[in-house]
């Protein structure tokens, strides 16, 4: 069983339009992240979540809204993709803040 | 901007020679840890060694901190090809709310 599954792993798009990216954990942890990778291999946190509340929002656009239904998913929502939006966007979670981080293995969005 | 900052950005070496990446960063930590990416895949934890650990092993790893330097060291013994990836250093915040990674060392093992 795959620890932390996100899903689509491939996204490609048209500029405007509105997309969902999918994250679950099976490893019973209590915080979940997203990471956006750029095309320099840059990874920057954008989001973190702890037992279903926001604790960091790292100057994200409005566009982006995580939502966790509970503490095993945490979802992603794009509205009206811009070219910039295209990356690699990661799902990780980890048992607590500080410790490791277990990562899905990614979703590349392609925005047209 | 990055807290982490790898060098070199890319290194390339024969098979069975040492690998050796450093890492350097701004502000206090509590701890700082090691990732792996393979091409087109998810990064995995490697080692992760706390703000009060000078040394810290694991396998082939290798890995010193030095908290006055602000910097850390990763070093791969007798490497193999199937070493080649991406390493990234990250550090927490002082809450230890978030990691913010580097930029990475390519490394790229000759077989």
């Known amino acids: 069983d795959t620890a932390v599954s996100q899903t689509p792993k491939y996204l490609v798009t048209q500029m405007g339009n509105d997309k969902s990216i999918k994250c679950e954990q099976n490893l019973g942890h209590d915080t979940m992240y997203w990471y956006k990778q750029d095309s320099k291999k840059f990874l920057k946190i954008m989001f973190s979540y702890n037992n279903k509340e926001l604790i960091i929002n790292e100057t994200v656009p409005n566009r982006f809204s995580p939502k966790s239904p509970d503490k095993a998913h945490l979802n992603l929502h794009i509205n009206s993709l811009e070219l910039g939006d295209s990356a690699v966007y990661f799902c990780a979670s980890s048992q607590g803040a500080g410790e490791k981080l277990f990562f899905g293995s990614g979703t590349q969005l392609s925005v047209l | 901007s990055q807290q982490g900052e790898e060098d070199p950005q890319a290194l390339s070496i024969q098979e069975g020679e040492n690998a050796t990446m450093n890492c350097s960063y701004k502000t206090s930590i509590n701890n700082l840890q090691w990732y792996r990416q393979n091409s087109g895949r998810g990064l995995v934890h490697l080692i992760l060694i706390r703000s009060n650990e000078r040394e810290k092993h694991s396998g082939r790893l290798r890995v010193t901190l030095d908290t006055s330097k602000k910097s850390s060291s990763l070093l791969i013994t007798a490497s193999r090809a199937a070493d080649t990836a991406s390493y990234f250093c990250?550090?927490?915040?002082?809450?230890?709310?978030?990691?913010?990674f580097g930029g990475g060392t390519r490394v790229l093992v000759k077989p």
């Open positions: 990250a550090t927490d915040d002082a809450a230890g709310n978030k990691l913010t």
